[in-house]
């Protein structure tokens, strides 16, 4: 098992920023894939970033290429999510996810690839 806990989340304005950390209770998240999955209300969960077990590669949704960042910290211990030019429609609760596995390709973007959920935590972008 691994315990997520995302933090982070709230109210912003369009155009504004937000990050986004999951911490796994302490163990290092070095030999996970993880990623970040959201999901806006009455819409199914979407893929929005990803960073590979090896190397540390990242992988982001054509919607927010550009404007989010993934990353591990030094430690390994806190996965974040930079978020910037923040839009009304990044409006969701935001998932960290993570797996034993070494996924790639579009494994990466699937939730269903990904064993370990962390409760979700809101972010709003008002227009």
């Known amino acids: 098992q691994v315990p997520l806990v995302e933090s982070g989340g709230g109210l912003v304005q369009a155009g504004g920023s937000v990050r986004l950390s999951c911490a796994a209770s302490?163990?290092?998240?070095?030999?996970?894939?993880m990623g970040w999955f959201r999901q806006a209300p009455g819409k199914e969960r979407e893929f929005v970033a990803a960073i590979k077990w090896a190397g540390g590669s990242t992988v982001y949704a054509d919607s927010v290429k550009g404007r989010f960042t993934i990353s591990r910290d030094n430690a390994k211990i806190t996965l974040y999510l930079q978020m910037n030019s923040l839009k009304p429609e990044d409006t969701a609760v935001y998932y960290c996810?993570?797996?034993?596995?070494?996924?790639?390709?579009?494994?990466?973007?699937?939730?269903?690839?990904?064993?370990?959920w962390g409760q979700g935590t809101q972010v709003t972008v008002s227009s």
């Open positions: 302490g163990q290092s998240l070095n030999r996970y894939t």
């Open positions: 996810a993570a797996d034993t596995s070494i996924l790639f390709g579009s494994r990466l973007s699937r939730p269903n690839e990904f064993a370990y």
